[in-house]
Antibody, heavy 121, light 108 residues
Framework: EVQLVESGGGLVKPGGSLRLSCTASGFTFSSYSMNWVRQAPGRGLEWVSSISGSGRYTYYGNSVKGRFTISRDNARNSLFLQLNGLRAEDTALYYCARNDGDFVFEDFDYWGQGALVTVSS | SYDLTQPLSVSVALGQTARITCGGN??????VHWYQQEPGQAPVLVIYRDTNRPSGIPERFSASNSGNTAILTISRALAGDEADYYC???????????FGGGTKLTVL
């Protein structure tokens, strides 16, 4: 059974940093591209970042480019998102989602339950 | 940047057919994916690559994509279909994913 479990969320002050993790199980992790998607309270889905199965290719949404960094450790079946320079508008539930294959432009067939990031002084 | 436009809300009578639109420039030439998100839950894929249903998704869910509009159709609507629905495409121009703003489906 495919499982994605996010961790690392919490309360952080503006300008601060946080590192989110997503631990995957039930599939060959390195064979799939992965993504982060966020959802601010009461708002819609916003794509944050994607990474290819090897980790060689990464993509970012305009609102996080230069502040967030996506990475993965295939030996540990883990996906990461380093969040720097956090702003109040980054407050959201951050979902980890799997692409349906090793291409980043495939649909998201499995999602985790999310990790809450709150940016507030 | 590429934009996807969805109605904020759609209402449908119990047992009737609901149609949720997703508008985008020449969207018919892109692969559209649809997600259902029930309150407090993670999104679930209900349609991928325009018209395909993942295993476990009822046949009542179908979709089409042509021209500037993609449409998710939910036949014989049930109370359990009440949720937010999002369309999604990969924008090769910006090398990024785009989500529609989401549509809240209400079953009356």
């Amino acid at each position: 059974e495919v499982q994605l479990v996010e961790s690392g969320g919490g309360l952080v002050k503006p300008g601060g940093s946080l590192r989110l993790s997503c631990t995957a199980s039930g599939f060959t992790f390195s064979s799939y591209s992965m993504n982060w998607v966020r959802q601010a309270p009461g708002r819609g889905l916003e794509w944050v970042s994607s990474i290819s199965g090897s980790g060689r290719y990464t993509y970012y949404g305009n609102s996080v480019k230069g502040r967030f960094t996506i990475s993965r450790d295939n030996a540990r079946n883990s996906l990461f998102l380093q969040l720097n320079g956090l702003r109040a508008e980054d407050t959201a539930l951050y979902y980890c989602a799997r692409n349906d294959g090793d291409f980043v432009f495939e649909d998201f067939d499995y999602w985790g339950q999310g990790a809450l990031v709150t940016v507030s002084s | 940047s590429y934009d996807l436009t969805q109605p904020l809300s759609v209402s449908v009578a119990l047992g009737q057919t609901a149609r949720i639109t997703c508008g985008g420039n020449d969207i018919g030439n892109k692969n559209v994916h649809w997600y259902q998100q029930e309150p407090g839950q993670a999104p679930v894929l209900v349609i991928y690559r325009d018209t395909n249903r993942p295993s476990g998704i009822p046949e009542r869910f179908s979709a089409s994509n042509s021209g500037n509009t993609a449409i998710l159709t939910i036949s014989r609507a049930l109370a359990g279909d009440e949720a937010d629905y999002y369309c999604q495409v990969w924008d090769s121009g910006t090398a990024g994913w785009v989500f529609g703003g989401g549509t809240k489906l209400t079953v009356l």
